[in-house]
């Protein structure tokens, strides 16, 4: 495979959540929050041992072909944690902050 197919499929190559049901996507629609829906691989790639640890050995891409996780999982994944109970708002919300923290990490624009 050439190397610029490699890299544009590590740019987008991305890690599903599965997303709320259809009653929470209405208000949603309705509120105006914003709602991540797949994240960057390489944002959640450096996490696989939490995610091993969380999700019963399964790897990240086990869990990419199941479907993905919900956010408060994906969450607890990113920040190195176990799983804690989280409203789906609150999760969405912190999921949101952490993708636009890895994003300014990503383009060299994080504080400190």
């Known amino acids: 495979m050439p190397k610029a197919t490699k890299t544009v499929e590590r740019l987008f190559r991305i890690f599903p959540y599965a997303g709320p049901d ?10 105006g929050l914003f ?24 790897s990240l891409q086990q869990l990419t072909g199941r479907g993905g996780l919900h956010a408060a999982a994906v969450v607890a994944i990113l920040e190195d944690r176990d799983e804690t109970e989280m409203s789906v708002v609150e999760a969405n919300m912190r999921l949101v902050e952490l993708w636009i923290e890895f994003e300014k990490t990503r383009i060299g624009l994080a504080t400190t």
């Open 22 to 31: 259809m009653a929470f996507h209405r208000m949603l629609t309705d509120g």
């Open 35 to 58: 709602m991540a829906v797949n994240l960057p691989w390489d944002m959640v790639a450096p996490h696989e041992e939490q995610a091993r640890k969380n999700h019963r050995g399964q």
